[in-house]
């Protein structure tokens, strides 16, 4: 069974710095991404990256500060998020897409049939 196994959370100060994880055991994708969740707010798009191509999209909200990357040999997706600010805190949740579909949407959820546990992201300010 595939599991997406997230790692790197924890709490920082406004302006610092966090690298998420994300390794996908079992297989690969194609397309990875993160979404989060905060408190009492719906879930929300963060970043993608198609793992054959490598492009990658990203929210409007985190553009220029987050960047998501891969690594194939270890079928890893990375999250690397500066110039953290509060409104940053939130559940983060690795997702990977298997079926390929041709309508192609990075930022839908029913884009991805994989997600993780999540891991906390939390800003102080």
């Known amino acids: 069974q595939v599991q997406l196994v997230e790692s790197g959370g924890g709490l920082v100060q406004a302006g610092g710095s966090l690298r998420l994880s994300c390794a996908a055991a079992?297989?690969?994708?194609?397309?990875m991404g993160w979404f989060r969740q905060a408190p009492g707010k719906e879930r929300e798009f963060v970043a993608a990256?198609?793992?054959?191509?490598?492009?990658?999209y990203y929210a409007d909200s985190v553009k220029g500060r987050f960047t998501i990357s891969r690594d194939n040999g270890k079928s890893t997706v990375y999250l690397q998020m500066n110039n953290l600010n509060p409104e940053d805190t939130a559940v983060y949740y690795c997702?990977?897409?298997?079926?390929?579909?041709?309508?192609?949407?990075?930022?839908?959820?029913?884009?991805?049939?994989?997600w993780g546990q999540g891991a906390q992201v939390t800003v102080s300010s």
């Open positions: 997702a990977a897409d298997s079926r390929g579909t041709t309508a192609f949407n990075a930022r839908a959820l029913f884009q991805y049939d994989y």
């Open positions: 079992g297989r690969t994708f194609y397309t």
């Open positions: 990256i198609r793992w054959s191509t490598g492009s990658t």
